[in-house]
Structures are given as C-alpha cells and as structure tokens.
C-alpha cells in the first residue's frame, strides 16, 4: 500500500498571505523536575476515604508545565518576531501570535490554505524544532486563524 501523508490527503491549494496574523499554541513536556508523583494504581486502589486529596497548586506542580520550559519558548518566540498572547503552567502551553511568515520561518513548515481542514494549515507531517527548545516541546501543535 503507498505511503499516505498529510500532502497526499489534503494537499494545499493555495500559498497563504504571508502577512496575515495567526496564533500558534505550542504544548510543552511535564515538569522533568516535578516531585515524585503517586502511583496512579495505588491511588485507584485505594478507598476513597483515604485518598489524599491533592490541592490544584500540588496538581499543577506535580503534572504541569517547568516554568524554565516556559521561559525558553517564550524566548524563542521573541527571537522569532513572535508574541506571547498566554503561557499556561497547568495547559503545558503556551500561546503565540505573528505573521504567517514568521511562523513558518519560526517551525520550518509551509502554511497555506487547505479547503480540507480550515482555513490555514500545513503540508509537513513534522514540525521544525529549535535547538534549544529540543526535548521540551510534545508533538502536537494548533494553528489558529482570527
């Protein structure tokens, strides 16, 4: 069976205005720093009585976001012609907003228009990632237009 990618299923059909602003959310790995999380089984396990009950802070800390991971994407983005819109600990996210040039520059993918999907998309199946920021980002990455 051929090899299908992104391309082949929903091919551009048109180069999208270079100088239209779009948002960008780019997801980030869980804290690597975090404390020791519990084992999801023995919490499951255990009686609901006598569950520790976590508070959102010590939830936040334990599966969100390193603020350091933070920082780093918010200082490629500004490097990149790129503005922070939100950086969210807890979503693992952070929001950005810039030109559809500057983005593509920024992930080295072509965006252009996709009657398939919406308005702007991209025909690569991976998305370039800096040097700085490799093994902090997850694979997944939103585009939205205004």
């Not at 500004?78 to 030109?99: E, H, I, M, Y």
Request: glycine fraction near 6%.
């Amino acid at each position: 069976m051929p090899r299908l990618d992104r391309e082949t299923l929903h091919p551009l059909s048109a180069v999208a205005d270079q100088s239209k602003e779009i948002t960008v959310t780019v997801y980030v790995r869980p804290n690597p720093h975090a404390e020791q999380r519990p084992a999801l089984d023995d919490y499951a396990l255990a009686l609901p009585g006598q569950r520790r009950q976590y508070t959102d802070a010590e939830i936040e800390q334990m599966y969100g976001a390193s603020p350091a991971d933070l920082d780093a994407v918010e200082k490629f983005a500004t490097a990149s012609k790129l503005k922070v819109l939100n950086r969210s600990v807890a979503k693992r996210s952070v929001l950005l907003q810039g030109t559809i040039a500057n983005i593509s520059r920024a992930f080295g993918v072509n965006l252009g228009v996709s009657p398939a999907f919406c308005e702007i998309s991209h025909s690569e199946t991976t998305v370039g990632i800096a040097p700085e920021l490799d093994g902090m980002l997850r694979r997944g990455w939103a585009v939205q237009t205004a």
